[in-house]
């Protein structure tokens, strides 16, 4: 299982960003994908997740209304786009995969991890 985080940056707060997290080495079915960020001395937090399976979703509370997730099952890739950007959305974010048709916005849930992607948020 190799999962591909990409389309980090620097933007100016109210900008936007798409996020992509490409997966290989297994079918994309039946499997939970999460977003996750950790901002500097801050522990790791669940964004968003969606289930390849039957698209249920998760969003935290800070980001309700301004992110959207969705999967591309043909092309193995999910999105997090990310609209109305804070200061405090800048963390290095992380996506991660979980053979589960259940959503859980848990770290320890997850057992497969691409490396991060910088998100960077100017005020």
């Known amino acids: 299982v190799q999962l591909q985080a990409s389309g980090g940056g620097l933007v100016q707060a109210g900008g936007s960003l798409r996020l992509s997290c490409a997966a290989s080495?297994?079918?994309?079915?039946?499997?939970?994908i999460g977003w996750f960020r950790q901002a500097p001395g801050k522990e790791r937090e669940g964004v968003s997740c969606i289930s390849s399976s039957d698209g249920s979703t998760y969003y935290a509370d800070s980001v309700k209304g301004r992110f959207t997730i969705s999967s591309d099952n043909a092309k193995n890739t999910v999105y997090l786009q990310m609209n109305s950007l804070k200061p405090e959305d800048t963390a290095v974010y992380y996506c991660?995969?979980?053979?589960?048709?259940?959503?859980?916005?848990?770290?320890?849930?997850?057992?497969?991890w691409g490396q991060g992607t910088l998100v960077t948020v100017s005020s």
């Open positions: 080495g297994f079918t994309f079915d039946d499997y939970a």
């Open positions: 991660a995969a979980e053979k589960n048709t259940i959503v859980v916005p848990l770290v320890s849930y997850f057992g497969s």
